[in-house]
T-cell receptor, first 114, second 112 residues
């Protein structure tokens, strides 16, 4: 089955710790995205990548980092610099890089701070 | 910058009835796409319907249809014959030259 997988489903972070959220897609999509969703709010773009080995900051990139070494994978690292990381994180992909392309989403990862 | 506004934080409808969710957007672009996404309790975002701005005909997908008014910058979603499985958060989104912009969402409750 083609789709987007995210792991883990739940993630706990201790103070000062970096954690990495996984996102994998087998849709052969060029573009991938990371969004953050806080309670009662819409989605905010953290980072996006239009092609392998290239990525751009979104609206709320501070405290986050990404890599795009393979077309299928776009992991997100939440660093200790992100002071309020508790949120729901969604990964998405689209066929092309244009924002007129439909984005397809993974099941999400909920990050909680201990 | 483009903005998307969903003025109804919550809506409810009786099962089998019809409900309309509102969405307005602000843009100076002429070429863009509009989307409605559904987020059920599982929290996975699911595409409901998509509309190309250059098309005058309103998009439909089974029980879901849109009323796209380009001049008014309005993009409402109509759900006919509402079912219990339609209960979810619904997000309107604008896709133009830059990033996809989401509204704040409308929580839809279906009353049996």
């Amino acid at each position: 089955d083609g789709g987007i997988t995210q792991s883990p489903k739940y993630l706990f972070r201790k103070e000062g710790q970096n954690v990495t959220l996984s996102c994998e897609q087998n849709l052969n999509h060029d573009a991938m995205y990371w969004y953050r969703q806080d309670p009662g709010q819409g989605l905010r773009l953290i980072y996006y990548s239009q092609i392998v080995n290239d990525f751009q900051k979104g609206d709320i990139a501070e405290g986050y980092s990404v890599s795009r070494e393979k077309k299928e994978s776009f992991p997100l690292t939440v660093t200790s610099a992100q002071k309020n990381p508790t949120a729901f994180y969604l990964c998405a992909s689209s066929m092309g890089a244009l924002n007129q392309e439909t984005q397809y989403f993974g099941p999400g990862t909920r990050l909680l701070v201990l | 910058a483009q903005t998307v506004t969903q003025s109804q934080p919550e809506m409810s409808v009786q099962e089998a009835e019809t409900v309309t969710l509102s969405c307005t957007y602000d843009t100076s672009e002429s070429d863009y796409y509009l989307f409605w996404y559904k987020q059920p309790p599982s929290r996975q975002m699911i595409l409901v319907i998509r509309q190309e701005a250059y098309k005058q005909q309103n998009a439909t997908e089974n029980r879901f249809s849109v009323n796209f008014q380009k001049a008014a910058k309005s993009f409402s979603l109509k759900i006919s014959d509402s079912q219990l499985g339609d209960a979810a958060m619904y997000f309107c989104a604008y896709g133009g030259a830059q990033k996809l912009v989401f509204g704040q969402g409308t929580r839809l409750t279906i009353n049996p």
